[in-house]
């Protein structure tokens, strides 16, 4: 049988690093060749084709960057001769850009991000089985039409779901609120369930003027006046619980709303979805009259990633609205 085409699209990220022992730390040092060369027996599995797109650590990445990473990738899903793509990235922001693929790429052809978490130089480097398990999901007929996947330590995520949990386990890519999709296990990949609602943002652009404020006992609204006053198009707020603010906090609402600011909450709880439930001056229900827009269960960062794409299209609070809440909101 003949084996199936994966393109790898090498970003960068702990996967390339080494240990540069003039200053004791992990730099970009893995050429793609290299890296490659440790997926030992993976010509038995796929023919693949390495592209170098950067070599960056995670926290280099930029919107516009990952931007210019979903261009290549759709151009990449249009070849008839390849079957799925691989893309490794820096575990810092790879939740973020896995996102952002699967809101702007519509493909039923598996895309998968992967990633690791000891460096070429650490004993147990797993660059090389995360990229063997990410490449045995990408050639598997079941991961079609799943959209944008994440796999590390041998698991199967959504990118709409995952979120990196730990700042060392090599397992800290958790679906927290559902679990995996499944699992790679003796290269073979097993689903336990799917995906039932898909998002698709088709943009060529993206508004950068977002910003994310994560609320705490106390907080005021001179982070929102500094947003507002420094251009904002769209604000994220990370709010407390079931998603209420501080009462301080609801002036710079209503002045970022009457400016035509798109606001949007999300809870700074890892699990759970946002919903009007408190009728007090900060709660849900009140901050819903005020015209804020509910982002479901999504963290913050990928509720940023999603406003940012959706402002690419339109500034129209309804539309934007309708973005976030459908499927999720009812009134």
């Known amino acids: 049988m003949t084996n199936k085409k994966v393109a790898v699209v090498f ?70 001769d390849i079957d799925g793509i691989v893309i490794t990235h820096g575990t810092d922001t790879l939740e973020e850009t896995a996102y952002l693929l699967d809101l702007n790429i519509f493909s039923k052809k598996p895309i998968v991000v992967v990633g690791a978490m000891r460096n070429g130089s650490e004993l147990g480097y797993d660059g090389p089985s995360n990229l063997a398990s990410a490449i045995c999901t990408v050639i598997s007929e079941q991961s079609q039409n799943k959209g944008v996947l994440v796999v590390m ?45 898909h998002h698709h943002i088709e943009t060529d652009s993206i508004e950068e003027n977002v910003y994310l404020i994560k609320t705490y006992a106390g907080i005021d609204s001179s982070l929102l006046d500094f947003c507002v006053n420094s251009g904002a198009k769209g604000i994220v707020i990370e709010a407390m ?7 301080m906090m609801v002036d710079g609402v209503k002045n970022a709303i009457s400016k035509g600011i798109k606001v949007v909450l999300v809870s700074r709880c890892p699990m759970g979805r946002v919903l009007d439930s408190y009728g007090y001056e900060g709660g849900g229900k009140k901050l819903r009259e005020l015209g804020v827009i509910f982002g ?6 990928k509720a940023r990633i999603k406003l940012m794409l959706a402002l690419s299209i339109t500034n129209d609070n309804e539309k934007v609205k309708e973005i976030f809440e459908k499927d999720f909101y009812t009134k």
């Open 153 to 197: 330590n041998n698991e199967v995520n959504a990118a709409s779901e995952v979120t990196k949990t730990h700042t060392l386990s090599l397992d800290t890519f958790k679906s927290l609120e559902f679990g995996p999709l499944g699992i790679v296990d003796n290269d073979e990949l097993i689903f336990y369930r799917d995906i039932v609602k």
């Open 11 to 80: 970003t960068g990220g702990t996967i390339s690093m080494k240990i540069d022992p003039r200053i004791s730390a992990a730099i970009p040092a893995l050429s793609s060749e290299e890296i490659m060369s440790m997926v030992t027996n993976i010509d038995r599995f796929a023919d693949i084709e390495i592209v170098n797109y950067e070599r960056i650590p995670g926290p280099h990445m930029t919107p516009q960057k990952m931007m210019q990473l979903s261009r290549i990738v759709k151009g990449l899903v249009q070849r008839n």
């Open 296 to 301: 479901g269960s999504l963290n913050g960062q």
């Open 241 to 247: 619980g079931r998603g209420n603010i501080p009462p």
